[in-house]
């Protein structure tokens, strides 16, 4: 199991940036996609996630409107637009994946995570 995420960077505010995360090694199109934060100091935390079978979506308050994830089964690969970016929004950005399996229950997978730098 491979979960690679690519797209983090450093980025002035109110920028953009879009983090994609490919994944192999399981059933991308049945598991549900998210992605987490963690800020120095801080615990991580949700950011958004995505479901498998209807792409419905949430999102943690503090980046609603200005954030979107979306994925694409066919590439096995699930994106965070992020806009308007803040830097508060500064943190490591990880990428997880939440596989059922036969018995009902989930595997999860973690992906490295890649840097995000919003500073002036």
């Known amino acids: 199991v491979k979960l690679v995420e690519s797209g983090g960077g450093s980025v002035q505010p109110g920028g953009s940036l879009r983090l994609s995360c490919a994944a192999s090694?399981?059933?991308?199109?049945?598991?549900?996609m998210s992605w987490y934060r963690q800020a120095p100091g801080k615990e991580r935390e949700l950011v958004a996630g995505i479901s498998s079978v209807l792409g419905s979506t949430n999102y943690a308050d503090s980046v609603k409107g200005r954030f979107t994830i979306s994925r694409d089964n066919a590439k096995n690969t699930v994106y965070l637009q992020m806009k308007s970016l803040k830097p508060e929004d500064t943190a490591v950005y990880s990428c997880?994946?939440?596989?059922?399996?036969?018995?009902?229950?989930?595997?999860?997978?973690w992906g490295q995570g890649t840097q995000v730098t919003v500073s002036s």
């Open positions: 090694g399981f059933t991308f199109s049945s598991s549900d």
């Open positions: 997880k994946a939440s596989e059922p399996t036969a018995w009902g229950s989930r595997r999860d997978y």
